[in-house]
């Protein structure tokens, strides 16, 4: 995936600002596929007799596999020109995620810290994971690296944007 005008820059943001992602219905075909990938084979995800004898009488989704689906669904909301997840600051696991739940991302701009010359910064996000029925299933902190406006960089957009057209037309 490459950044378009779509995506937002570390400058374009200001602390308190949030966003509301989309919906997501978790399938028991992400829950195998996690497992797969993971080598997570806890019964309690993966086999419905057992989980039948469990508090939750249902298998219930991998709590990192629900942090993964958070991750995507965040990616567009807000679009940012993110470089790289830098940490997970503090995360908890508050309620289980079943198949058939629809979750959403709320993300909220705590801080923000000028990195790299002025060339990308640090933005220290809250990010809760919200079920159907308006419950916090996770949430916490987390810090990624964005691209920020560089005085090189809006020259060159500017100046792609005032360039005279090329279509051989007078």
């Not at 993300?107 to 809760?128: D, H, M, N, Q, T």
Request: a neutral charge.
């Amino acid at each position: 995936m490459s950044f378009s005008a779509f995506h937002l820059y570390f400058d374009d943001l200001e602390v308190g600002q949030e966003w509301t992602s989309g919906g997501r219905t978790v399938t028991e075909g992400d829950i195998v596929n996690f497992a797969g990938f993971s080598g997570d084979f806890n019964p309690i995800h993966i086999d419905h007799e057992f989980a039948k004898g469990t508090p939750f009488r249902r298998p219930i989704a991998h709590g990192f596999a629900v942090f993964c689906i958070a991750s995507g669904l965040s990616l567009i909301a807000p679009p940012m020109r993110t470089i790289a997840l830098l940490k997970v600051v503090d995360w908890k696991f508050s309620q289980p995620v079943f198949i058939g739940d629809t979750v959403h991302t709320l993300s909220r701009v705590k801080e923000k810290i000028l990195r790299g010359r002025g060339r990308r910064g640090e933005i220290l996000w809250y990010r809760a994971i919200v079920n159907q029925d308006g419950k916090t299933v996770q949430e916490g902190e987390v810090s990624t690296l964005v691209e920020c406006r560089t005085p090189a960089r809006e020259a060159a957009d500017r100046d792609a944007r005032t360039a005279p057209s090329s279509s051989g037309t007078v």
